[in-house]
């Protein structure tokens, strides 16, 4: 349960941990993306994300590379990375500029999170699985 009396904190970072962050909010979505520019900057399937207000996500640590690309939704989206390790750590969607997405596998813990939706399932890979049980999306989804 949500206790708005204790300080909510969770933490991650790259491999080489030169870039380290912060995020201070319960995540509002929890989501795979099947989208061919997850897939080609993640190098696999899918990407698994943390959707987070950004005004509640800070890097502390270090100064993370960023690429602008077009996203599947059509807007562009800045994908920010480790330049030394390479890691994949977090995108700016520029269609909505108050949410960050951060790489669930980028966490400390990510075993504390499970997605429970999917998006851009239309791009996905003809040998890929989708999970059970979670939402499925064939395109993007409105976040509220
Ligand atoms: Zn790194
Ligand atoms: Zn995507």
Not at 101 to 121: E, H
Request: aromatic share 8%.
């Amino acid at each position: 349960m949500k206790n708005s009396l204790e300080p909510y904190e969770i933490t991650g970072g790259c491999l080489c941990r030169n870039i380290r962050y912060r995020i201070t909010e319960h995540p509002l979505m929890c989501a795979i993306c099947y989208c061919r520019q997850c897939q080609h900057s993640s190098g696999s399937e899918a990407t698994q994300v943390l959707v987070v207000p950004r005004t509640q996500f800070k890097v502390i640590k270090g100064e993370p590379k960023k690429y602008k690309s077009k996203g599947g939704s059509g807007f562009s989206v800045i994908r920010c990375f480790c330049g030394e390790c390479g890691s994949p750590l977090f995108a700016l969607p520029e269609g909505n500029r108050d949410l960050v997405s951060v790489k669930i596998c980028s966490l400390d813990d990510p075993a504390a999170f499970k997605p429970n939706v999917a998006i851009f399932i239309r791009e996905a890979q003809p040998w890929t699985s989708t999970p059970e049980k979670i939402h499925l999306f064939q395109q993007s989804l409105q976040i509220p």
